[in-house]
């Protein structure tokens, strides 16, 4: 016989794993228990030695699909120390919070196959519940307080279960044991409605007493009410697992444009949510890994190649005529998700007897604030402010805010473009360093912030927390987000920063807290360039997987819109040699003056003037467009600001040089969105690509050798020849796809080149341009041609939200340069 303690650590709570540890026990004729606590899950065995051994074996192999298996312990105990009465059959005994907070905790996951067939079973007990759910899936990360994760850990605990629903909690063989969100319609969560106007005595603001679903056919008359008011063309405020989205008929162009003026979004693209893969492959094509995707238990929104789009060279058939051409105007792409909560697959099954199959599902908050998770508040902030017309809530509190993740799949790769449900806070591993490293917050950027928190666990591995996408912290709504963010991970995981890293940018609202805290706190502190953080979040990746050697230098590419740089300028087309501690800047965009800054952002027509009159192209007939678009004024105010260096910082930004050719080539002139025009320029190109070889842009964008010997990408030959395919009444879209063709190709020839000097044979890609799917496909091709490797993130996004783990490699690694070992 053996007597051994199994240790298990992991994504192993809120998944199933005691019920599996339970069954595995019983078939090897295992005796002991296993319990929760706050660092994993423990095991006390009892068997002969084989079927101990095979037990183990099972931990590791077979583990619930939901849970994530890292390492299984197992050491022997003494004799002595087995109590006897565990021989005695295998059992399951009360969780503990006597241990360090290191476990990991599930995400939450979409409603599973089981629940999903009792939910429209009218036999079953829980037919039509909107919050059905079992160990296998349900909410986990939204509704959690505290580890160990425990029904009183949550906001369940105000929940008492029945009878019905205490004996399946109880009983080790069903699929609810111990399954903390378990509840039906006699002891669980219920959905509420109030709609606006609805009660005359009330004052407008004021919020009232909602209806209850607190029976099946109060909670149908709900849903039922709920989608009336979506097929008459009204919006609806609907509460999600992280938050509330407002949701309106996809198909009626009318509500699509009154959300859009309500919440302020004017032509950002809308995320759609449809029934099943059928309604989804109305709209646009879908390969394996897109259905996987849309399919899984994350279900995030999968940016799709839709049926009326030219791009990877295919022009398939006119988009499906329910969609309204304002979701998403004519890009290319997408955004679709399937139901992922029994609520959301409630409504969709009701949209369909009403022949809706598509409702727009955005996030329920105005433009730039944070998203709604407070009933109440979001009938002040949504319902009451005007902008929807009812709410649908519940009962069940959420605890940390989480909007949808994004994804799209680029050659195969699957790439994030917002991290959030169903991915975060799933740890990242990071690379090893020689000796400990303190535990680390990274503060994060601006835009797309996230934050990252590191922990060094005892067995040498070392795991980096990178939060759920939190937005743009550029006001105080948004920064208190952050904040929120930031303390419920520290609590969660009993986490100390003993050392901060921040963005260099002196303004960052998260920069500023940082120094104030290092300051305040004695804290070391290191602040990281903003593209040295993109290319080493792309390193740390591909290390931390053995992609690449763990003291490896790359040529990092980093394009975006604006990063401070070292000089004092706004940086964003680099060509960065970098280590994870260290860079060298070997080559960027030619800069030009952005008068006014983030006006210039906003308006590109600005940009492009300012652009052109740096190259001296402004007396070019191909530039008359472009004036004529600008009023004599601010012509004059511009040129005035740029020869007195009025607020005209210098930038280097490969973002705003789309954004220029977007404007002078007449596609899109202002940003209502970040990144419109470049956006838009994209859409052009694909219009193109697949019908043109190349366009009359074919012209080679000039390298030149400053004094202090770095190479200068110098795209006035690019624009000269753009002005003349516009003076020649060249097709728009054609010019729009040679310029994306020009950029590729000569950043690649300087990246050959730098290699090439360097002895370097990777380049890695990041930052907020290569969302271009086009530029990122072209670019690559043309690297790989040359011979070099490329690596993409995977795991985090390549815009913004890569930056807190940039920033936590990077100073981990300048900290082991430091600190005495």
């Known amino acids: 016989m053996r007597h051994a303690h199994i240790y298990v650590t992991g994504i192993v709570q809120g998944v199933g794993m005691r019920p599996f540890v339970y069954r595995e026990a019983m078939a090897h004729g295992i005796c002991g228990w296993v319990l929760n606590a706050g660092d994993g899950v423990h095991i006390e065995a009892h068997a002969p030695a084989a079927a101990l051994d095979s037990f183990a074996a099972a931990l590791r192999t077979h583990a619930p699909a939901a849970a994530r298996v890292e390492q299984v312990d197992v050491a022997d105990l003494a004799p002595g120390s087995w109590n006897v009465a565990d021989e005695q059959g295998f059992h399951i005994v009360a969780s503990q919070d006597q241990t360090a907070h290191t476990t990991l905790i599930s995400p939450d996951i979409a409603t599973c196959d089981d629940c999903l067939r009792e939910l429209f079973d009218p036999a079953d007990r829980r037919f039509h519940y909107p919050f059905i759910n079992c160990t296998n899936c349900g909410p986990r990360f939204t509704i959690i307080r505290s580890l160990p994760y425990d029904r009183a850990a949550t906001s369940m605990n105000r929940f008492p279960m029945c009878p019905a629903c205490a004996a399946e909690y109880a009983d080790p063989l069903d699929r609810r044991f111990h399954a903390q969100p378990d509840a039906c319609f006699d002891c669980g969560p219920h959905i509420t409605w109030r709609e606006a106007g609805a009660h005359k005595d009330d004052a407008p603001s004021a919020a009232p007493v909602p209806a209850v679903g607190a029976t099946r056919e109060a909670s149908d008359a709900i849903i039922e009410r709920c989608i009336e008011l979506l097929a008459c063309g009204d919006i609806v405020a609907?509460?999600?697992?992280?938050?509330?989205?407002?949701?309106?008929?996809?198909?009626?162009?009318?509500?699509?444009?009154?959300?859009?003026?309500?919440?302020?979004?004017?032509?950002?693209?809308?995320?759609?949510?449809?029934?099943?893969?059928?309604?989804?492959?109305?709209?646009?094509?879908?390969?394996?890994?897109?259905?996987?995707?849309?399919?899984?238990?994350?279900?995030p929104i999968v940016l799709l190649r839709r049926r009326s789009a030219a791009i990877d060279g295919a022009c398939c058939a006119p988009s499906a005529p329910d969609l309204a051409p304002s979701v998403a105007h004519d890009l290319p792409e997408l955004g679709v998700m399937l139901p992922y909560t029994p609520l959301q697959h409630l409504l969709l099954a009701a949209a369909a007897s009403h022949g809706l199959h598509a409702l727009v599902m955005t996030s329920g908050n105005l433009s730039e604030e944070p998203i709604e998770t407070n009933d109440d508040l979001a009938w002040e902030h949504l319902v009451a402010a005007g902008i929807s017309d009812a709410l649908l809530g519940n009962d069940r509190a959420i605890l940390s805010r989480y909007d949808d993740s994004v994804v799209r799949v680029v050659d195969g790769t699957v790439m994030p473009v917002r991290r959030a449900r169903g991915y975060?806070?799933?740890?990242?591993?990071?690379?090893?360093?020689?000796?400990?490293?303190?535990?680390?917050?990274?503060?994060?950027?601006?835009?797309?912030?996230?934050?990252?928190?590191?922990?060094?666990?005892?067995?040498?591995?070392?795991?980096?927390?990178?939060?759920?996408?939190?937005?743009?912290?550029?006001?105080?709504?948004?920064?208190?987000?952050?904040?929120?963010?930031?303390?419920?991970?520290?609590?969660?995981?009993?986490?100390?920063?003993?050392?901060?890293?921040?963005?260099?940018?002196?303004?960052?609202?998260?920069?500023?807290?940082?120094?104030?805290?290092?300051?305040?706190?004695?804290?070391?502190?290191?602040?990281?360039?903003?593209?040295?953080?993109?290319?080493?979040?792309?390193?740390?990746?591909?290390?931390?997987?053995?992609?690449?050697?763990?003291?490896?230098?790359?040529?990092?590419?980093?394009?975006?819109?604006?990063?401070?740089?070292?000089?004092?300028?706004?940086?964003?087309?680099?060509?960065?040699?970098?280590?994870?501690?260290?860079?060298?800047?070997?080559?960027?965009?030619?800069?030009?003056?952005?008068?006014?800054?983030?006006?210039?952002?906003?308006?590109?027509?600005?940009?492009?003037?300012?652009?052109?009159?740096?190259?001296?192209?402004?007396?070019?007939?191909?530039?008359?467009?472009?004036?004529?678009?600008?009023?004599?004024?601010t012509r004059s105010v511009t040129v005035t600001m740029i020869e007195r260096n009025i607020n005209s910082p210098r930038t280097s930004s490969m973002g705003r040089l789309f954004d220029a050719a977007a404007a002078i080539l007449g596609i899109c002139g202002t940003a209502t969105y970040e990144g419109e025009p470049a956006i838009e320029l994209e859409a052009a190109a694909w219009r193109a690509f697949g019908r043109e070889n190349a366009s009359s842009t074919d012209s080679q964008v000039g390298a030149s050798t400053p004094a202090d010997g770095s190479p200068i990408l110098d795209p006035k030959p690019l624009f000269e020849a753009l002005l003349s395919g516009i003076e020649a009444d060249a097709p728009t879209d054609r010019l729009a796809l040679g310029f994306h063709i020009v950029?590729?190709?000569?950043?690649?020839?300087?990246?050959?080149?730098?290699?090439?000097?360097?002895?370097?044979?990777?380049?890695?890609?990041?930052?907020?341009?290569?969302?271009?799917?086009?530029?990122?496909?072209?670019?690559?091709?043309?690297?790989?041609?040359?011979?070099?490797?490329?690596?993409?993130?995977?795991?985090?996004?390549?815009?913004?939200?890569?930056?807190?783990?940039?920033?936590?490699?990077?100073?981990?690694?300048?900290?082991?340069?430091?600190?005495?070992?």
């Open 238 to 299: 609907i509460k999600g697992l992280g938050g509330f989205h407002l949701a309106c008929d996809a198909s009626n162009e009318q509500a699509v444009a009154e959300l859009r003026c309500r919440k302020r979004r004017s032509n950002k693209p809308l995320a759609v949510m449809v029934r099943d893969l059928t309604d989804a492959e109305r709209l646009c094509r879908i390969d394996d890994t897109e259905r996987d995707l849309l399919t899984g238990s994350v279900r």
């Open 424 to 633: 975060a806070p799933q740890p990242l591993p990071l690379p090893a360093i020689d000796g400990s490293a303190p535990c680390l917050l990274a503060c994060g950027p601006q835009q797309k912030t996230t934050i990252a928190l590191t922990r060094e666990d005892a067995n040498g591995t070392s795991a980096c927390f990178v939060s759920q996408h939190i937005g743009d912290v550029e006001n105080g709504a948004t920064f208190d987000a952050w904040n929120a963010a930031r303390t419920r991970l520290e609590d969660l995981f009993d986490l100390a920063p003993a050392a901060l890293a921040c963005d260099l940018h002196p303004s960052y609202l998260s920069s500023q807290w940082a120094r104030e805290q290092a300051r305040e706190h004695n804290l070391p502190l290191i602040e990281v360039q903003h593209h040295h953080a993109h290319i080493a979040s792309v390193m740390a990746e591909a290390i931390a997987t053995g992609q690449l050697a763990p003291n490896a230098r790359v040529l990092g590419i980093a394009f975006d819109g604006t990063g401070a740089g070292t000089d004092g300028t706004i940086w964003g087309g680099e060509f960065l040699v970098a280590g994870l501690a260290d860079f060298e800047r070997t080559a960027h965009l030619r800069t030009w003056a952005l008068p006014g800054g983030t006006a210039s952002v906003r308006d590109a027509r600005r940009n492009a003037f300012a652009l052109l009159s740096e190259l001296g192209l402004l007396e070019h007939p191909g530039a008359a467009r472009l004036l004529d678009s600008i009023d004599e004024q």
């Open 743 to 821: 950029i590729a190709r000569a950043s690649a020839r300087i990246a050959s080149e730098i290699c090439a000097r360097e002895g370097i044979d990777t380049v890695a890609l990041s930052g907020g341009v290569f969302m271009n799917r086009l530029l990122l496909r072209l670019l690559t091709r043309e690297l790989k041609d040359a011979g070099l490797a490329v690596l993409v993130p995977c795991t985090v996004p390549v815009n913004d939200g890569c930056i807190a783990y940039g920033q936590a490699a990077v100073a981990r690694a300048r900290l082991a340069q430091v600190i005495p070992q």
